[in-house]
């Protein structure tokens, strides 16, 4: 399950004064708190001022973002708000944007009741941020919970570590994979919170981690991916940082008070890689700048850190010229997670000239893109942006390198980041770990989308020997095209593998065809027959893949496939229907009720003859005045459990309990003399009858 802070016993109303607050009046809140002062955040040399800067074009607003200090990208309002220099207003306004002087503005009103209690490891006011410690002390627990599956490493020092060992944090990375399955794996790299003050980005680092080893035993994709890729997170790329930040703060750079001692100390980690960082542009080497690149480059530990550990994770697959390509074979993808602004971005960013891979960059970017809607963009803003993690990536190394810009705001309110961040971007990073193998390939070819296996395979399993139904949807569309059009092609072919992936040299492929009997078109149903004769029994991976006309591979979906043993067709360990009885899904659960008055009676439920494989009717008194609705349904492709779902007519006491029968786990639910009797809502029942 994703992880929920643990919750005092003054946070219920605390929860809901919270979701009654906008995101920035929470900010607003913590300023008032901490006694931080709005100004204080982005102290740069000369003057600056807050103004909103109207857009008629989004791009030349994405682009303002990146460059300029953007408080806020609300793009649909019109306008952005930017805390400006004269520089930037004039930058502004030379790319077309009409700039209004906003000198009264604040973020919000201040609530009246401010927050008097803080969920146990969060960030104050912000209850779905953990802190840099519960950061850590999370992925630690990862690692002991799933101990071949994660491994949590120390990789590095903080500024403030490396001058003292009792203070500042350990650079740390959390390992995903499955630690049994030997062989040289593509890798996914993430880094987070390399700016300090950008709330969402380690939290979704870590719930995508939480994801990954939640569903492993339940999801096809997952599993796969994990027993023949890795990711690695960098989930607190900045901890000292971090920390300034989690006081309410809008702290960027690192906590290095050799610079810059009275003002805002620190290097921006993001201008201090040692890739372009003496290209003019794009940073400053005014200590007491929010962009002050360093004293020189990589000279800061966190920075060196990261670098260092790239290095070791990608071979340099890149020519040492500006002007040379990867290689499309290359492996491997680095994500840098950013806030605000809903773009995502690929190399170059120092340069308006395009990367030698750029073809290939923006197809992968605007794939990336469809899943959370975000502007595919390639990463040069108003200025240039020297000595970045995005072209030292791809620059040094030649790795597939993309960097996001999550939602509006830097301290995201916990309702857009659970409701408008967090699950489209998890969608995004799934896509960008399924094609590590060969970025540069992968994709600019279909998609496998809503794939399923019939008659329950997926979930309570067929008989060995039984024939089982493929379908699919090939997809080759699935790109963001607001900012260009990316070309599509018509699929001409798929084809499913069993137990062994398509890479491997062994495997063997199947055709699946085209639902109407031909592919004609760039979205495509598609089925394919599965002969299980020859399959052991248990529980199997289909791997499943298309092809364009162009000649395209898609990246790989899976699905699972569970042989059963013979007996499982006998009534060997299954319910048996009788009057009081009632079987559902293929009789693996057995449900039963009793019935009991206010005056102590007694009695059992009889099982009316109205029933489907999924539901039936229990009646007390009369055959036909059935009182209990039942209903047990297969939720596997949803959050993998069996969900019973029941309702009743009747305010006698009764006990329902629903058996799986293979496991021999039990679900009772109750309703007591006297009271009417609730709707029953259990969409977790039974976890186990996703599995084999």
Sequence with gaps: MIWKPELGSALPPLARQMRAWTGIGLLSAVFLVTGWAWGQAAAEPGDT?????????????????????ALESEYEKGYIVIRATEEDIEAARRAG??????????????????PIAVPQGTIAGFPCYRTVEETYASARAIAD???????????????????????????????????????????????????????????LGLRFAEHLVESYETDADTRWLLDHQEVHLVLQANPDGRKRAEEGVLWRKNHNTNHCPTGVPGVDLNRNFA?????????????????????????EPETRTVARYMRRLFPDRRGPADTDRASSSTSGVYLDIHSHGRLVLWPWGHTDQVAPNASALQTFGRKLAFFNGYLPIQGIGLYPATGTTLDHSYGELGVASFLYELGTTFFQDCDGF???????????????????????????????????????????????????????????????????????????????????????????????????????????????????????????????????????????SAVFLVVRDDDRDSSKNRCVAD???????????????????????????????????????????????????????????????????????????????VTDTVTEAVREYRNDPGVPAPAITDAEAFPEGCRP
């Excluded at 001022?49 to 200090?69: F, G, H, Q």
């Excluded at 700039?99 to 009246?112: F, G, L, Q, R, T």
């Excluded at 890739?275 to 480059?297: A, E, I, K, L, T």
């Excluded at 590590?436 to 390939?441: D, E, N, Q, S």
């Design 97 to 114: 944007m009409r700039i209004v002087e906003d000198d009264s503005y604040v973020p919000a009103v201040v609530p009246s009741e401010l």
């Design 275 to 299: 890739f372009g960082w003496h290209h003019p542009g794009g940073s400053s080497d005014n200590d007491c700048s929010q962009v002050y690149r360093g004293p020189g480059p990589a000279s």
């Design 418 to 556: 659970e409701n408008s961040i967090l699950d489209a971007n998890l969608e995004s990073l799934l896509y960008a770990f399924k094609v590590a193998r060969t970025p540069y390939l992968t994709p600019a070819g279909p998609d496998v989308r809503n794939l399923t296996l019939g008659g329950g395979a997926s979930a309570n399993g067929v008989a060995a020997g039984s024939t089982v139904t493929l379908s699919a949807t090939f997809d080759d569309t699935r790109y963001q095209n607001g900012n260009g059009r990316e070309p599509t092609q018509t699929i001409v072919e798929g084809e499913y593998f069993v137990d062994i992936p398509p890479w491997n040299t062994r495997a063997h492929g199947r055709p699946v065809s085209a639902a109407d009997g031909a592919f004609d078109s760039g979205s495509e149903q598609a089925t394919a027959t599965i002969e299980t004769s020859e399959l052991a029994t248990g529980r199997h991976t289909v791997f499943v893949r298309a092809r364009d006309k162009d000649g395209n591979w898609g990246a790989v």
């Design 145 to 203: 919970q799933h101990p071949t599956l994660a491994t949590w490493t120390r990789i590095g020092r903080s500024w403030k570590k490396a001058q003292n060992a009792a203070e500042g944090y350990d650079l740390m990375v959390l390992r995903l994979t499955n630690g049994e399955t030997a062989s040289t794996k593509p890798v996914l790299l993430i880094t987070t919170a390399i700016h300090a003050r950008e709330y969402t980005t380690a939290e």
């Design 579 to 657: 009057q009081n009885t009632l079987c559902l899904q293929d009789s693996r659960y057995q449900v039963r009720a009793t019935w009991r008055t206010g005056d102590e009676r007694t009695g059992t439920a009889n099982v009316s003859e109205l029933a489907e494989d999924d539901s039936g009717l229990f009646w007390f008194f009369a055959p036909d005045n059935p009182e209990i609705l039942i209903k047990v349904l297969d939720g596997c492709a949803v959050n993998d459990h069996i969900w019973i779902y029941g309702a009743s007519t009747t305010d006698l006491g009764y006990v329902i309990r």
């Design 49 to 69: 001022r807050i103004v909103r800067a109207y857009l008629d074009d989004p791009r030349i607003a994405a682009r303002a973002v990146i460059s300029l200090e």
